[in-house]
């Protein structure tokens, strides 16, 4: 049971390019999550999704598009990058959304610096 | 908008000695969660505690909750070199899943 794998776990990007960061889970978790954490600032929510098909935005999203077409597989991806975008890049999941106290499965991190 | 702080933003202590570290949060929640993050790694989730609960145990940790002044206390008991790392606060709010991060508490724990 492999949970929640980040791929890749290293990347660096020019000014202006685009990349999509993957993620994916193998526990059926209907919830999955993107933060990015930067130092002093904790972790901070980009988007969100709920299930197959529905995904709504976080706490910082501007810069980010994420879709969510199948349960496993929820992809974040950055248009045009910026050096402010230069963040440690974690995927989180849990079995269900409403109703319930469940706690959130991480990946291990994107590290992706902007030069 | 963070939702929570962390206090202290660093702690070291000595091996055995108890570890407390303390989260303020701005609006009224449904529960709390405390998350342990080791160097270079995801977060792992270690406790959660309701919002009409008051005090929650599991193994060496404690922790507290007080909805009337919105603060949780994490307390590690008999700490090991092995607790070292940086522990964050999570809220949710409402319905939904989307847990809002502190901005964490780095311990150290001297061999």
């Known amino acids: 049971n492999a949970g929640v794998t980040q791929t890749p776990k290293f990347q660096v990007l020019k000014t202006g390019q685009s990349m999509t960061l993957q993620c994916a889970q193998d526990?059926?978790?209907?919830?999955m999550s993107w933060y990015r954490q930067d130092p002093g600032m904790g972790l901070r929510l980009i988007h969100y999704?709920?299930?197959?098909?529905?995904?709504d935005q976080g706490e910082v999203p501007n810069g980010y598009n994420v879709s969510r077409s199948t349960t496993e597989d929820f992809p974040l991806r950055l248009l045009s990058a910026a050096p402010s975008q230069t963040s440690v890049y974690f995927c989180a999941s849990s079995p269900s959304d409403r109703g319930s106290d469940s706690p959130l499965h991480f990946g291990n991190g994107t590290r992706l610096t902007v030069t | 908008s963070q939702q929570g702080e962390e206090d202290p933003q660093a702690l070291s202590i000595q091996e055995g000695e108890n570890a407390t570290m303390n989260c303020s949060y701005k609006t009224s929640i449904n529960n709390l969660q405390w998350y342990r993050q080791n160097s270079g790694r995801g977060l792992v989730h270690l406790i959660l505690?309701?919002?009409?609960?008051r005090e929650k145990h599991s193994g060496r940790l404690r922790v507290t909750l007080d909805t009337s002044k919105k603060s949780s206390s994490l307390l590690i008991t008999a700490s090991r070199a092995a607790d070292t790392a940086s522990y964050f606060c999570a809220t949710r709010r409402g319905a939904t899943n989307k847990l809002i991060f502190g901005t964490g508490t780095l311990l150290a724990v001297q061999p």
């Open positions: 526990m059926n978790h209907e919830y």
């Open positions: 999704s709920v299930g197959a098909g529905i995904t």
């Open positions: 505690i309701r919002s009409n609960e």
